[in-house]
């Protein structure tokens, strides 16, 4: 089987690249940037031989660029995507990320039919749901209400993948909660930076609430499952780690210190005062955190999965502290080269304490 993963280089490629290698699928990677070293070495690891991937370097917002990319191919894996928290998009507006990621969908859908490609997962998002109505939140009855451009791109292009659908297309949409895994970036690295450094931790809200994770391997084999899985087409199912394990937000944070042998004490900010701070500095283009963020900090966020157990036959093998735990540790391996530079908010709460 010959597979084109778009996207390739991010937290997902790095575990969906070398499952589908060591499952013996030729493969077809397409991203903006180069794939990493890294991840080179961890597929010829995985699959026992030498690993010779196809590169193509493009821009999902290239429609050519993906009609080429899809010739020859039996399943697309779309998990390009833009999201300000990315160091590669930061300077993007709203706008341009909304605009991106759909048309990227857009075009990766066209040119899959154009090409007769038999499947096509598409990696969408629980930010679709926006702020959680329900202590679980299933596919079919949760409000879809997205916060910010980022989830309402990605539920704009479930609505492409369902005219897709109509066309003849042979489509599965994966909903999945936060990755962690090797390669990740954002809001969650600062907090292993904190950890690493014994410094203290500021909990957005008391901690009291359950957000629930998964690791970037487990949706991999999701992704997987979907597209080998028969009678998938049109499926849409939440992905995450299993909500009887999902323990509180402080819970995590404190499991995580202990794991990491660490000293750093917590400090919780009041939500709200959070919210009016972020969304002050939003404007100004100074925030940490974006909307999807601030406005969930003090939310229980689980995803029911039954559907996704019961239909592709998939299981978590992570748990959210296990997913944090190992996700650190690749942290402290790499830290040196992918600490992120806080910016000034950042700088000036951590010389207050």
């Given amino acids: 089987m010959k597979a084109l993963v778009t996207g390739s280089s991010g937290v997902l490629g ?31 690891g995985q699959a026992g031989g030498s690993f010779a991937p196809e590169e193509v370097r493009g821009d999902m917002r290239d429609p050519a660029a993906l009609r080429r990319a899809c010739e ?8 390009a995507a833009g999201q300000r928290m990315k160091p590669q998009f930061a300077s993007f507006s709203e706008d341009e990320i909304f605009r991106m990621n759909l048309d990227g969908v857009a075009n990766v859908l066209a040119a899959a039919r154009a090409a007769g490609v038999g499947k096509l997962v598409f990696i969408s998002s629980s930010a679709v749901y926006g702020v959680p109505e329900a ?39 994966l909903r999945p909660m936060s990755l962690f895994g090797d390669g990740m970036t954002g ?8 950890v690493r450094r014994n410094r203290r931790i500021f909990l957005l809200g008391r901690g009291e609430n ?15 499952a979907g597209a080998t899985t028969p009678g998938t087409a049109g499926l849409f199912v939440n992905v995450g780690s299993a909500p009887t394990s999902v323990p509180s937000v402080r819970e995590q944070v404190e499991a995580l210190v202990r794991h990491a042998g660490g000293s750093s004490k917590i400090t919780t900010i009041p939500a709200a005062l ?30 029911d999965i039954r559907r996704a157990r019961e239909r592709l036959g998939w299981e978590p093998r992570g748990t959210n502290i296990s997913i944090t735990c190992d996700a650190y540790d690749w942290y402290l391996r790499n830290w040196q080269r992918v600490t992120p530079r806080p910016n000034l908010p950042l700088r000036l709460l951590e010389a207050l304490t």
């Fill in 210 to 224: 359950r957000v629930q994770m998964v690791a970037a391997e487990d949706v991999a084999r999701a992704a997987i």
């Fill in 14 to 44: 790095h575990a969906l690249v070398p499952l589908l290698a060591g499952r013996g699928d030729a493969l077809r990677l397409f991203d903006l940037v180069p794939a990493p070293e890294s991840l080179g070495a961890h597929v010829v």
């Fill in 135 to 173: 202590g679980l939140v299933d596919e079919d009855d949760h409000p879809q209400r997205p916060i910010g451009a980022y989830g309402q791109s990605k539920l704009e292009a479930e609505g492409l993948c369902r005219r897709a659908l109509d066309d003849g297309l042979d489509v599965v949409v």
């Fill in 274 to 303: 959070l919210r009016n701070a972020a969304r002050v500095l939003n404007l100004v283009g100074l925030s940490p955190i974006v909307p999807e963020h601030y406005l969930l900090a003090d939310a229980d966020f689980v995803l």
């Fill in 187 to 194: 809001i969650f690295v600062l907090l292993f930076d904190w």
């Fill in 72 to 79: 020859g191919v039996d399943v697309v894996y779309h998990l």
